[in-house]
T-cell receptor
Framework: GAVVSQHPSWVICKSGTSVKIECRSL??????MFWYRQFPKQSLMLMAT?????????EQGVEKDKFLINHASLTLSTLTVTSAHPEDSSFYIC????????????FGPGTRLTVT | KQEVTQIPAALSVPEGENLVLNCSFT??????LQWFRQDPGKGLTSLLL?????REQTSGRLNASLDKSSGRSTLYIAASQPGDSATYLC????????????FGKGTHLIIQP
């Protein structure tokens, strides 16, 4: 149980375009979803936290107009990287949690974004 | 601001050895601590979660301890196997509910056959 999926698993896009990444909880309803970013040989850094039906809370230094997060339902959150640039190339990982799990976070497999 | 440090950054040992990975965090006011495994280019696999009120958790050959007051956790791996080769990440959660995790940079572990 507690499976989280992400789509796509990898994507290549041209500079200036926008890319949408989906995060789904497959067998539970997620109270909260989180988005992390991981640069090569670095650790994961929290970007934002989202709750269904409300605006996401962004960490300091993360541009909310560049990284648009929509949490439309209890099983789906999307991250849209707008006007992507090569420096946005990274590994993006989402996680989801629910109350009964003592808020343990369950992670998706990640999305590798390469901006050319 | 919470900071998580993992030592060593990398470790290479022969198969069969018992080993200890260390994690320290600067703010002892945590809700829980998790150990994860990450294979190259992959997502995270949760290994053990320790609530702030607990001292240790065990799963198979893995044992994780938590000393919240001193800001330390250790992951003990018994009888290591080549399949244990991966990066091991330690992460802490400040509060319940909607708090995200603060991760260390990980320990890159190689088990030599």
């Amino acid at each position: 149980g507690a499976v989280v999926s992400q789509h796509p698993s990898w994507v290549i896009c041209k500079s200036g375009t926008s890319v949408k990444i989906e995060c789904r909880s497959l067998d539970f309803q997620a109270t909260t979803m989180f988005w992390y970013r991981q640069f090569p040989k670095q650790s994961l850094m929290l970007m934002a936290t989202s709750n269904e039906g409300s605006k996401a809370t962004y960490e300091q230094g993360v541009e909310k107009d560049k990284f648009l997060i929509n949490h439309a339902s209890l099983t789906l959150s999307t991250l849209t990287v707008t006007s992507a640039h090569p420096e946005d190339s990274s590994f993006y990982i989402c996680s989801a949690s629910f109350e009964d799990s003592s808020y343990e976070q369950y992670f998706g497999p990640g999305t590798r974004l390469t901006v050319t | 601001k919470q900071e998580v440090t993992q030592i060593p950054a990398a470790l290479s040992v022969p198969e069969g050895e018992n080993l200890v990975l260390n994690c320290s965090f600067t703010d002892s006011a945590i809700y829980n601590l998790q150990w994860f495994r990450q294979d190259p280019g992959k997502g995270l696999t949760s290994l053990l979660l320790i609530q702030s009120s607990q001292r240790e958790q065990t799963s198979g050959r893995l044992n994780a301890s938590l000393d919240k007051s001193s800001g330390r956790s250790t992951l003990y791996i018994a009888a290591s196997q080549p399949g244990d080769s991966a990066t091991y990440l330690c992460a802490v959660r400040a509060g319940g509910g909607a708090d995200g995790l603060t991760f260390g940079k990980g320990t890159h572990l190689i088990i030599q056959p």
